[in-house]
């Protein structure tokens, strides 16, 4: 059965920062890209980074562009996320998600993102 | 970025209801969208997928349709279970990856 576990979250205040972490257990982690999806409380989605599954190509929203870096661990089967400069607006529920391809984009319709990991909270806050 | 517009964003209906939720794309984007539903509380899991195809596990009463702009997720027979957020999200090849508002479906 394919996993996702999600870590890392908490309480930083404003400028601070935090790494999340996803453990991935079930499929050959290598060969799927990974994606990063966060929820403010009463929100809705926001797809903020992906990263291939050779980890050689990262994308991010702008929303989260020079702040956030993504990465990936595929001898510790775990995926990253190193939150920086963190502000009010990027408090949330933050899940890891799994791609259908060793890419992020792909000339395909049948890209989507499954299984989610249960989240992670983070709380910016002084 | 594609934008992508869901309607209705909240909507009451009763078991063995039929309902359908739409979804529209700022810009063609073939078949590259895909359903999730979400449970208070819950990560959000994935329903349909490709437009049209759906998820393993997922039970007939869910299905999708459309391709281009429009598209719409039906639930044939409404269960109790399937009280919650959906949420329409592309998958084009132009990130970000921009999901729908999300629909509220409540009990009438």
């Known amino acids: 059965e394919v996993q996702l576990e999600e870590s890392g979250g908490g309480l930083v205040q404003p400028g601070g920062s935090l790494r999340l972490s996803c453990a991935a257990s079930?499929?050959?982690?290598?060969?799927?890209?990974m994606n990063w999806v966060r929820q403010a409380p009463g929100k809705g989605l926001e797809w903020i980074s992906g990263i291939s599954g050779s980890g050689d190509t990262t994308f991010y929203a702008d929303s989260v562009r020079g702040r956030f870096t993504i990465s990936r661990d595929n001898s510790r089967d775990t995926l990253h996320l190193q939150m920086n400069s963190l502000r009010a607006e990027d408090a949330a529920v933050y899940y890891c998600?799994?791609?259908?391809?060793?890419?992020?984009?792909?000339?395909?319709?049948?890209?989507?993102?499954?299984?989610w990991g249960q989240g992670t909270l983070v709380t910016v806050s002084s | 970025d594609i934008q992508m517009t869901q309607s209705p964003l909240s909507l009451s209906a009763s078991v063995g209801d039929r309902v359908t939720i739409t979804c529209r794309a700022s810009?063609?984007?073939?078949?590259?969208l895909n359903w999730y539903q979400q449970k208070p509380g819950r990560a959000p899991k994935l329903l349909i997928y490709a437009a049209s195809n759906l998820q393993s596990g997922v039970p007939s009463r869910f299905s999708g349709s459309g391709s281009g702009t429009d598209f719409t997720l039906t639930i044939s027979s409404l269960q109790p279970e399937d009280f919650a957020t959906y949420y329409c999200q592309h998958s084009y090849t132009a990130l970000p990856f921009t999901f729908g508002q999300g629909t509220r479906l409540d009990i009438k």
């Open positions: 079930g499929f050959t982690f290598s060969n799927y890209a």
């Open positions: 998600a799994k791609g259908t391809f060793a890419v992020v984009v792909v000339g395909t319709q049948y890209n989507r993102l499954d299984p």
């Open positions: 810009q063609t984007i073939s078949s590259y």
